[in-house]
């Protein structure tokens, strides 16, 4: 059993640690890895200075949709392992918000995937890029997540 408390414990932070970089990182998507777009910025790459040039993304709709969810997944998944660590402390049945974290990575995963194209509108051709790592940590917080809160009803069904 305390295998599965340790386990757990370290599952809810990795998925929060997987979330935050997904969020902040820049690498939703990525052109020949002198150019990306993230949630936040659209970044060029400079050869002459060895730096990032980065300007802020369109605002459309289907972003700043991603942008809320993924910050709410952040949210979710923090206020989720507080509420386990009170949990192992008192021992009350309250609420997992481990299901809320999962289905706002999940919609702003979904969101992304099925709407890149308005997102990164009027920016460089589509085809000559890709999904970058942000984009793919999103996607496995999701069953790491979906995982968490099957172990998380299991040890309350033990108690």
Request: hydrophobic content about 55%; glycine content about 4%; overall charge negative.
């Amino acid at each position: 059993m305390a295998y599965l408390l340790m386990f757990v414990t370290l599952l809810h932070l990795i998925t929060l640690a997987m979330l935050f970089i997904a969020t902040m990182e820049k690498s939703w998507w990525v052109w020949d890895g002198m150019e990306n777009s993230d949630l936040w910025y659209n970044c060029r790459f400079d050869n002459l200075t060895g730096t990032w040039l980065c300007s802020s993304s369109k605002e459309t709709e289907w972003l700043q949709a991603v942008q809320v969810l993924m910050v709410l997944a952040v949210v979710f998944s923090s206020v989720s392992f507080l509420v386990f660590l009170g949990q192992l402390f008192t021992m009350s049945r309250e609420a997992c918000s481990t299901s809320l974290a999962c289905l706002t990575a999940l919609s702003a995963a979904l969101i992304y995937t099925l709407h890149n194209k308005e997102i990164l509108q009027d920016l460089k051709e589509l085809t000559l890029g890709h999904f970058g790592y942000c984009f793919f940590l999103a996607w496995v917080c999701v069953p790491l997540l979906v995982l968490s809160g099957i172990i998380y009803i299991h040890l309350r069904k033990k108690e």
